[in-house]
């Protein structure tokens, strides 16, 4: 009974995963500019492979299910800073989105230090 | 986790790995390759992981780990980089 629903647990976590990886990488082919492409990488990927990472439960073994939780924990620390990177990379290097208009208000002399 | 599960997910997966190298095909200037390449990472990882439920060991895992802690520091390397303009800098 448990492992049945541990199972459906994991099949539509597994879905969910799939279809959040999907929507990303169509994002990353069919949008403009780097910012965009950013957006929906960054925000989509993450809780992709959390999410595929979490369908660990329905193999009900420990071993895999730890290594499935570290691996999550290391997805959540670092997506976010890898995406915050990139974006600042953009951002610097004059980027442009696909109207033209530039990315952000800040000048040249008042650049964030670091 | 069953097989009949585990194994279509891994054909779309490995669909995906496919359209993850078309993007970094068409990709047009440096940033958008380094999108596609952590994207690729990313889809290396759901790959490892269903392999390893897909074959009931655990080793895949630390493969998956291992890969997402290089993919991260190589992202940020390459932004830092093309940020200053050198590694230092």
Same mark, same amino acid.
């Given at each position: 009974m448990i492992s049945v629903l541990l199972d459906v647990l994991g099949g539509a976590l597994l879905l969910l995963g799939l279809v959040l990886l999907t929507v990303s990488l169509a994002g990353v082919l069919r949008l403009p500019d780097t910012f965009v492409q950013l957006h929906a990488q960054g925000l989509a990927t993450g809780p992709g492979v959390i999410a595929i990472l979490a369908s660990s439960i329905a193999t009900e073994d420990a071993t895999i299910i730890t290594f499935a939780v570290l691996a999550i924990a290391f997805v959540v620390l670092t997506s976010p800073v890898a995406g915050h990177a990139l974006a600042r990379a953009a951002h610097r290097l004059g980027g442009r989105d696909a109207r033209g !208009?530039? @990315?952000? !208000?800040?000048?040249? @002399?008042?650049r964030p230090p670091g | 986790m069953p097989a009949v599960i585990v194994v279509p997910a891994l054909f779309w997966v490995t669909l995906l790995l496919v359209a993850g190298g078309l993007s970094l095909v068409r990709a047009r200037d440096v940033l958008q390759r380094v999108v596609a390449l952590d994207l690729l990472a990313t889809i290396v990882i759901a790959l490892l992981a269903l392999l390893s439920y897909l074959r009931g060991q655990a080793y895949y895992l630390d493969a998956a780990v291992a890969l997402a802690l290089l993919s991260f520091i190589a992202t940020v390397a390459a932004a830092r980089y093309l940020d200053s303009g050198g590694p230092f800098g």
């Open positions: !208009t530039d @990315g952000g !208000t800040d000048r040249e @002399g008042d | -």
